[in-house]
Nanobody, 120 residues
Framework: QADLEESGGASVQAGGTLRLSCAASIQHFSSHAVAWFRRAPGKEKEFVAFSSFSVEYADSVKGRFTISRANAKNELALQMNSLKPEDTAVYYC????????????????WGQGTQVTVSS
């Protein structure tokens, strides 16, 4: 069983909404910072949002995306509104002990990714 498993990816029209979910099988989930990253075709993996002692968002998604977590259920979610074609990517959830970070290299646990495609 994977440590993290994403779901909810789909193809949508621009302006649409999607909710991604991530189920975690990590012990002491509540003590971990959790994050969403994405990788667009031909590009590096980029930070989207994290939730730990604080919540941060990439400027490109601020005001449109919301990260949330349910520690009792070991779940993480990403609500995505007003989707744009440039949001098209494989989305990954990630976790690390301690504080959140915008660097993917600091995260120990990763899911396999879920595809989000936004058409104009």
């Amino acid at each position: 069983q994977a440590d993290l498993e994403e779901s909810g990816g789909a193809s949508v029209q621009a302006g649409g909404t999607l909710r991604l979910s991530c189920a975690a099988s990590i012990q002491h989930f509540s003590s971990h910072a959790v994050a969403w990253f994405r990788r667009a075709p031909g590009k590096e993996k980029e930070f989207v949002a994290f939730s730990s002692f604080s919540v941060e968002y990439a400027d490109s998604v601020k005001g449109r995306f919301t990260i949330s977590r349910a520690n009792a259920k070991n779940e993480l979610a990403l609500q995505m509104n007003s989707l744009k074609p440039e949001d098209t990517a494989v989305y990954y959830c990630a976790a690390k002990v301690g504080f959140g970070s915008r660097s993917p290299f600091e995260y120990k646990y990763w899911g396999q990714g879920t595809q989000v495609t936004v058409s104009s």
